[in-house]
């Protein structure tokens, strides 16, 4: 018989040699939207920035735009090397689970609080779709982490 024959792909492996969990594997593609988006970050904070130093004498609602820009563009910049900070922590600890102690603790941490405010916000009647994206996507990173942390012992030996 002819039929198409499929053809399973191996897990990529860790720095360890060994195949990557599923846990690994989606935490290090998250991780990599953040480091993508981190350069989108950079992109816009750079622009701003130079969008503030030629827009001399311009202003909105009584401000100088260039007031508005450099503060826009210092802000996403700051963002941007944060988030790649953590991007990065993410991915080696997605490689090397022993590795991911202080992403985990970031990550858990940061997933708390962006519940914390969701919930809040909610509660007030506030609907803030970026802000649930944001706080979703933050506790996905978290479970991830959570579960990539497991795979260590570190919850058998620390209950």
């Known amino acids: 018989m002819g039929g198409a024959q499929t053809r399973v792909r191996p897990a990529p492996l860790g720095a360890d040699g060994k195949p990557m969990s599923v846990w690994q594997v989606w935490l290090k593609r998250l991780c990599v939207v953040m480091i993508v988006w981190a350069v989108l970050e950079l992109v816009f904070g750079a622009a701003f920035w130079a969008v503030g130093s030629v827009a001399d004498g311009v202003r909105v609602a009584g401000v100088e735009l260039r007031d508005i820009a450099a503060a826009v563009g210092a ?10 900070a953590i991007g990065l922590l993410g991915i080696r600890g997605a490689k090397n689970p022993y590795k991911i102690t202080l992403f985990f603790w ?10 914390w405010a969701m919930a809040s ?9 970026t ?19 497991g795979q260590t012992g570190y919850f058998d030996d620390h209950p």
């Open 75 to 84: 802000t996403a910049l700051v963002g941007a090397v944060f988030n790649l």
């Open 106 to 115: 970031i990550t858990l941490a940061d997933a708390v609080l962006t519940a």
């Open 131 to 149: 802000g649930i994206v944001s706080g979703l996507f933050i506790i996905a990173l978290a479970v991830c982490t959570w579960q990539v942390r």
């Open 121 to 129: 916000n909610l509660s007030s009647g506030i609907v803030d779709v």
